[in-house]
T-cell receptor, first 112, second 114 residues
Framework: GNSVTQMEGPVTLSEEAFLTINCTYTATGYPSLFWYVQYPGEGLQLLLKATKADDKGSNKGFEATYRKETTSFHLEKGSVQVSDSAVYFCALSANSNYQLIWGAGTKLIIKP | KAGVTQTPRYLIKTRGQQVTLSCSPISGHRSVSWYQQTPGQGLQFLFEYFSETQRNKGNFPGRFSGRQFSNSRSEMNVSTLELGDSALYLC?????????????FGQGTRLTVV
């Protein structure tokens, strides 16, 4: 079946460091891929998405590229800020499956 | 454009009771899906509705049910509450899930069963 695997957290970085959060998936066909972010006490916010191979999603300095050959969708940011501290979820949506399938989430802690 | 609205934000119920949670999607969105979030199990899919039809259901007992109305608003119901049902319940709204469309989430309903 379809699944998403994310790197375990928490990830602790200093401000202005480079961020990578790994995400790999298993799915038949060509799913759409998403990164969501959850701040404490809040719901999930869409960070970025990609709907086909080699697409790059980007938002707020974050980027992720849909790699079909490695079934990956790693999240990157060149210089993190304290305000980026949150939990990040990788998710996929497969055609005609009518649900989002989630990774376990990665807690990101940015220290000033 | 108004976002996804979930009510109530917080609920405290006793074991054995039942509860109904409500979700109003973004105007024009016909797909509503529900997810349970717990520290131990992460995010788990409950069900998805599109134009009043349930198209997919997750692996939850029959105590969990839902419905969607003609205005796309959705409710989920949990009967005979158990302590393990304590969780954040999230509703997501989409033009149509599974077609490359993103889902937008409400703030969630925090259910505590005591």
């Amino acid at each position: 079946g379809n699944s998403v695997t994310q790197m375990e957290g928490p990830v602790t970085l200093s401000e202005e460091a480079f961020l990578t959060i790994n995400c790999t998936y298993t799915a038949t066909g060509y799913p759409s891929l998403f990164w969501y972010v959850q701040y404490p006490g809040e719901g999930l916010q869409l960070l970025l998405k990609a709907t086909k191979a080699d697409d790059k999603g980007s938002n707020k300095g974050f980027e992720a590229t849909y790699r079909k050959e490695t079934t990956s969708f790693h999240l990157e940011k060149g210089s993190v800020q304290v305000s980026d501290s949150a939990v990040y979820f990788c998710a996929l949506s497969a055609n005609s499956n009518y649900q989002l399938i989630w990774g376990a989430g990665t807690k990101l802690i940015i220290k000033p | 454009k108004a976002g996804v609205t979930q009510t109530p934000r917080y609920l405290i119920k006793t074991r054995g009771q039942q509860v109904t949670l409500s979700c109003s999607p973004i105007s024009g969105h016909r797909s509503v899906s529900w997810y349970q979030q717990t520290p131990g199990q992460g995010l788990q899919f409950l069900f998805e509705y599109f134009s009043e039809t349930q198209r997919n259901k997750g692996n939850f007992p029959g105590r969990f049910s839902g419905r969607q109305f003609s205005n796309s608003r959705s409710e989920m119901n949990v009967s005979t509450l158990e302590l393990g049902d304590s969780a954040l319940y999230l509703c997501a709204s989409s033009l149509e899930l599974g077609k490359g469309n993103e889902a937008f989430f409400g703030q969630g309903t925090r259910l505590t069963v005591v």
